[in-house]
């Protein structure tokens, strides 16, 4: 539909659609047969070819128009539910490519594109955002590069006042268990990378990243959900760290901030 | 001696970056003795303290004997990031 609202006065043949869109011929041939018959669309031949057009004068096109563009602006708000299916899976399935980060350069580079747009509309507050996003993100490719389970890289969406960030790495508590191999769960292991010194990368005297994440937040009365395999962490305005088991387990790390 | 972080770029976030940061600041810009050494934060954008505590580390390690200043900066990045990198053991 999207095809054919972005220039309603351009006609399409049906292989023509398939290619265009990666949906099957059979599927597409169904469907507008549906839509020729409701009046919506309009079909023709011109030699061998049976072309098809958005019929602009039926009360149906505003409609449709309308309704596309709200399903358009919920898909944005909806980057959290994207990425929380994504990392749900057992099994990797792609994201779509503007809001995948396979290295950790492509995701700097946006980060950074990212913050300078943001800087705009509410200035100088945008860096303290990118600080908190590069951070989350950047604990990702830090502590999974070159032992990825399955997919290599992360998820980074934004939309307004929020950014999700997500990954199918090995997650908190295998990471912590590096240097404290008797952490118990998810939950303890959140709590420990939240609020103590300690890097899971042993041998290194790191850790502050997720510690800076939580200052920053709590200065400036932002929110942040964390989850990690099945330990939620979420830091409310209230300035309060509220830890709980969800009943179903991700890969990796998935984040929220709210700014 | 002091060191302008500006010239390794306004977004300072990634810990790769700022090991890259410190190996040329010690090849090119650093003598090799020094009895104070001064960051100046002026221009940045984005610091974080990853990128800083990957920079201070190394620094630390090579110059022992060096007190290390930090020239005073608005940026909320920095201030935020110095916070940090202070509480931390």
Redesign the interface.
Known sequence: MNLFLTDPNRAYYLHEIAKLTSISAGNIRRELKIMVKSGLFQSYRQGRLVYFIINQDTVLFEAVKTLMKNASVSANEDIYGQALSWVSKPTASSLPKEIYCQT?DIF?AR??SF?ERL?IKIG??A??V??VA??IG?NS??HNLGNWPDLPGICFASSPNRVVLADRGQGILKTIRNVRPQVKNDARALKVAFTE?VSGRYGE?????L??VS??VS?KNWSLRFQSGRALLELSKEKKLKITEMPGIIRGCLAMLKY | MTIKLYKFGD?L?????GRDAYLSAKAYLLNKKADAIELDFEKI??????WL?EFL?MLKKDYPEAEIKYRPSD???VI??L???S???
């Open positions: 950790r700097l980060l950074q913050a800087e100088t507050d860096y303290l990118a600080a590069g951070e950047n490719f830090d010194v005297k790191r850790g502050n990243g510690k800076f200052s920053v200065d | 977004f976030i990634s810990r790769p970056a954008k984005v610091l974080t303290p990853s505590d580390m940026n909320p990045t935020s990031s916070k940090t990198i509480q931390s053991p």
